[in-house]
């Protein structure tokens, strides 16, 4: 495994794994405090990919909270390991002087997809994430780029950024990993205490629940219904709930025949504050994640 810290040198390393023009490369950004999650992302890069690409960066401009980006869990030794042992090519790690020459963020057309959800509890956070994928983007040059579906609306703001900058890239969403009580793998999880990490694995259950007996609501009270469960937990506080149409994030006002969607939440447990969400397809609910 190769590990570069200058842009400089990443694409003469990537051609020389490769020795030709041809071979396919996957991507898989990330802000290091790997886990499972991240690591099915890895895997599937390697299997559709000829070489497989992974960049550790906490990235400052995507953090609306200055102490949230102090705390952001780090640990790249840890992280090197784990990507030693999944089998990855290259790992990026570059400083943050090479990612901004300077600060001036891209302005980037997103098409108003993150202005909501996320968007508006985190403002100015979407421009920061957009900004780094389309650089890193740019200084990797993948053919295809890995991302979870716990981020969904990410995924989402992603892949309308690829679409109106014309970038020559795939982006592929990957089902979310969970833990064996339901929670949703996130590097957050470890700034749970032990009491904290129980009740995390409620907001699982919860939309779960919610998406079993969806048809018996409208919209509207599920989503009363789900903030009153989560509310009504010893540690949970409900931040949003919101259900989404699944390609354009619009929101659902009434169920429709076929429609894919995702109940969204944010949900604050203790300081730590987690997104999930669950997928219904209207008269026939699945699960996609892998336990
Ligand atoms: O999902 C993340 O870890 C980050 O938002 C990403 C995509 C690596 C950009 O910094």
Not at 8 to 31: D, H, R, W, Y
Not at 225 to 247: G, K, P
Request: with cysteine; hydrophobic share 35%.
């Amino acid at each position: 495994m190769e590990i570069i810290y200058n842009p400089g040198f990443l694409v003469e390393c990537i051609n020389k794994i490769t020795q030709e023009g041809s071979a396919k490369v996957g991507f898989v950004p990330t802000m290091g405090a790997l886990h499972n999650g991240h690591l099915s992302l890895a895997r599937k890069a390697r299997q559709e990919n000829d070489i497989c690409v992974v960049s550790v960066f906490v990235n400052p401009t995507q953090f609306n909270d200055k102490n949230d980006f102090k705390t952001y869990p780090r640990s790249v030794d840890n992280d090197l390991k784990m990507l030693q042992d999944e089998g990855v090519d290259v790992v990026f790690i570059p400083h943050e002087k090479n990612v901004y020459p300077t600060r001036k963020l891209h302005k980037l057309d997103l098409g108003g997809i993150d202005k909501t959800m996320e968007g508006e509890f985190r403002p100015g956070h979407f421009d920061g994430v957009a900004d780094v994928v389309y650089r890193l983007i740019n200084m990797v040059k993948p053919d295809r780029a890995y991302f979870g579906n716990k981020d969904f609306q990410q995924l989402k703001v992603i892949e309308t950024m690829v679409k109106n900058e014309n970038l020559d890239v795939e982006i592929i969403g990957v089902p979310i990993v969970r833990e064996p009580d339901g929670l949703a793998m996130s590097s957050r999880n470890q700034r749970l205490n032990r009491k904290e990490r129980k009740e995390a694995a409620s907001i699982y259950k919860i939309l779960k629940q919610a998406a079993d007996v969806y048809a018996s609501f409208s919209p509207d009270q599920l989503k009363s219904e789900i903030e009153r469960h989560l509310n009504n937990t010893n540690l949970l506080e409900c931040e949003y709930v919101e259900i989404v149409q699944e390609d354009d994030l619009k929101l659902v006002r009434k169920w429709k025949k076929g429609c894919k969607m995702r109940i969204c939440v944010a949900v604050w447990c203790g300081n730590v504050r987690l997104i999930d969400n669950y997928r219904i397809v209207t008269y026939k609910n699945y699960d996609d994640s892998i336990k």
